[in-house]
């Protein structure tokens, strides 16, 4: 489908921004994995990987992960970020499989913040 | 409160886990009642006792951070990771935040409304002048303003038009379009488009090293999502425009990040520059009127037509407006890509926003803009970052690559670094940067190795001036920055290595020598993990290294638990 026009795509834009409203609704969480060249490099697949066998094994419905680029702290891939609910957005730092699926347990089911994983301001 | 609290965690059972602590303050002036709780240290401001329980409820039992009451102190939902003070995200605006693979999450930030706007409510003049008020700048290092650029490739001659984005970014340790392409990819595209509809040009090239290959798949993938809803091709939004963008890959060569080697290269020739004039905004791809961006300067455009070019110029200093990213690298605290205000002093960057020197170490020098730049040591720290600044100091802007370097950095030896790289990525087709390049490099390295000779600083000298002067291209005109700016701040240490056979920072393997002293216990430890054997001594007693087999690998200094090895020059 082609634009023709600015009006359209603003609409097109109402349009995704109502996509994403019943997506994220419909998720209590939100899992978010920077996949830029650096994440990937200190091991973001593996992390990734690791969110979604454990969504898997736990049956996960309500949990929504997103893939981004850099996040900017390339110090501390992989990053994951996790957001309970309207909740602010909590940002982890070099998280391994084994960690990735320890937020997983703690944080996404149980709703605790890792405290010791969470990258340092 | 403190009652109330208690009550409250004795009534749920949850006394034996929660410590209350008093203390004398938390904010310089609180508002109301606060507390912090830990290990989260999430910040609670604007209590009353009656809300105690409230917050025991959510937070201790359910773990739900109470919104109502945080303090300000939590990065809120737009800001990328810990909020780094001084920094202004405007090419990184998206990095991190959007979906790079998805067009709509793009166009969720208000993406390709600048096109939408340029195209059915501005003349290509609009936008140039636009452009041109706001003062943007070549972020590709030269610094020619962006606006006058597209004027002169507007105003040549010629109906076929060309408009290349340079993301050959070949600098060591500098990523800053790495990132841009890999995360925010449309951004880049919609500003291609904007500057192909102002100078009027039907085709365009990404010119992008093969090296990133994560960033030309995102790119291809970005192409092709904008060319399926009619955001490239024919009719743009159902205008009478009509644009399409290519991506050429790079095969591996430093020099083809200059501009005329660049289109060589997309022309399917051997990667050379040639002379300018003509500019390629004159004669560029093809013979053609050209216009050639970095993908910084395109990533800025859509900002400057949403927002205005009186916002743009609201940042920055007289002469260069806007923000830049710098790639921090090296001896500092936090490394990686950070984006500031131009005007912010070398300090800021590296103090505040770099967190300082690791190791608590102290600063020796900065070397900006990639192997072309100059090092500036700690008297240019309180100096602005523009391009004007720099440049007369010594060093560039370049794509913004930043290179921290501590007390322990051999400034000989730094400048025999950069000048093996420049000397390897040397085209060869001016004299001056093949061979004079080639002869600094040999010099310096008979200094680091301790056979420099008086008459050698003058050599270099000569030579630094002769090749800037003479050479084709960037690469020639600027590979002398790194000799020339460390003769002039630390001709000391050059001085030492060549006439004391020293080596004041202790780097240059030739020069020093490693020696056990007095708190050596004789453990063995160093004797066994010495690759030569050049270790020899008796158990529990002091131990000696043989200068003459020992390499100066330095494996006795790490291994050695009793800091019993010593470096000395």
Excluded at chain 2, 14 to 26: G, K
Excluded at chain 2, 211 to 224: C, G, H, Q, S, T
Excluded at chain 2, 237 to 258: H, K, M, N, P, T
Excluded at chain 2, 452 to 472: A, P
Aim: glycine share 10%; aromatic share 6%; proline share 5%.
């Amino acid at each position: 489908m082609a634009i023709k026009s600015l009006d359209e795509l603003r609409k097109l834009k109402e349009q995704a921004l109502k996509r994403r409203e019943t997506t994220q609704s419909t998720g209590r969480v939100q899992v978010i994995v920077p996949m830029g060249t650096p994440g990937i490099a200190a091991g973001a697949r593996e992390t990734l990987k690791a969110i979604l066998e454990s969504i898997e094994t736990e049956n996960l419905s309500d949990v929504i992960v997103r893939q981004t680029g850099n996040s900017g702290l390339d110090e501390w891939e992989p990053i994951v970020q996790v957001m309970v609910g309207d909740q602010p957005k909590v940002t982890y730092g070099k998280v391994s499989a084994e960690r990735a699926k320890r937020i997983m347990k703690e944080h996404v089911i149980g709703e605790k913040i890792v405290a010791e994983l969470v990258v340092p301001q | 409160m403190i009652d109330a609290l208690q009550d409250e965690l004795v009534g749920r059972g949850l006394i034996d886990e929660v410590q209350v602590l008093e203390t004398s303050h938390i904010s310089e002036q609180p508002a109301g009642l606060e507390m912090v709780i830990y290990p989260e240290g999430v910040h609670y401001i604007g209590l009353t006792a009656e809300d105690v329980p409230y917050i025991v409820d959510e937070h201790f039992l359910k773990g739900r951070v109470v919104k109502r009451f945080l303090a300000k102190e939590k990065p809120s939902d737009d800001e990328l990771g810990p909020p780094k003070s001084k920094e202004v995200r405007v090419v990184l605006r998206n990095c991190g935040k959007i979906d790079p693979e998805n067009i709509e999450d793009y166009i969720l930030e208000d993406g390709y409304e600048a096109l939408g706007k340029v195209l059915s409510e501005m003349t290509p003049e609009q936008v140039i002048e636009q452009v041109t008020n706001s003062g943007l700048r070549g972020r590709g290092g030269a610094g020619f303003s962006t606006g006058k650029k597209w004027q002169f490739a507007k105003g040549a001659p010629g109906k076929v038009k060309y408009i290349i984005c340079n993301a050959d970014e070949g600098d060591p340790g500098a990523f800053m379009n790495r990132r841009v392409l890999e995360s925010d990819p449309h951004s880049v595209i919609e500003g291609m488009i904007i500057a192909a509809y102002a100078i009027g040009a039907a085709q365009g090239y990404v010119y992008c090293r093969a090296e990133y290959p994560m960033a030309v798949k995102r790119l291809n993938i970005a192409l092709k999502q904008a060319r399926a809803i009619g955001l490239l091709g024919k009719n743009i939004l159902g205008s009478d425009y009509s644009f399409d963008l290519e991506v050429r890959i790079g095969a591996g060569a430093f020099v083809c990040g200059e501009e005329t080697a660049l289109m060589a290269s997309i022309e399917g020739k051997r990667g050379e520059p040639r002379p300018r004039p003509p500019f390629p905004a004159i004669q560029g791809l093809w013979g053609k009127p050209t216009n050639i961006n970095n993908v910084e300067t395109y990533a800025n455009i859509p900002q400057i037509i949403m927002q205005g070019a009186a916002w743009f110029a609201s940042m920055g200093t007289e002469k260069s407006k806007g923000t830049k990213t710098f790639a921090i690298a090296g001896d500092v605290q936090n490394s990686g890509l950070i984006e500031v205000p131009l005007g912010i002093t070398l300090r800021e960057v590296i103090y505040d926003v770099g967190g300082g020197i690791k190791d608590n170490k102290n600063f020796k020098a900065v070397q900006t803009g990639g192997p072309m730049g100059g090092c500036l040591p700690s008297p240019y720290l309180d100096m602005p970052v523009d391009y004007e600044s720099l440049m007369s100091a010594g060093s560039i802007m370049g794509s913004g690559g930043m290179i921290v370097m501590d007390e322990d950095t051999c400034m000989v030896d730094i400048a025999r670094f950069f000048m093996d790289f420049t000397q390897d990525e040397s085209c060869g087709k001016c004299t001056p940067c093949r061979v004079g390049t080639r002869r600094i490099l040999e010099i310096l390295n008979r200094i680091c190795d301790g056979d420099g000779r008086e008459g050698d600083i003058e050599t270099l000298e000569m030579l630094c001036k002769q090749i800037k002067t003479t050479s084709l291209c960037g690469l020639g005109q600027g590979a002398p920055n790194p000799v020339e700016s460390t003769l002039k701040h630390f001709r000391a240490e050059y001085e030492a290595h060549i006439r004391e056979k020293r080596c004041p920072s202790k780097v240059c393997r030739k020069l020093i020598n490693y020696k056990i002293v007095d708190a050596c216990t004789g453990c063995l430890v160093c004797a066994r993990n010495c690759p030569v054997n050049a270790i020899s001594g008796q158990r529990r007693q002091l131990h000696v290294i043989d200068a003459e087999t020992c390499i100066r690998c330095g494996i006795c200094e790490q291994v050695c638990n009793f800091n019993a090895v010593v470096v000395w020059s």
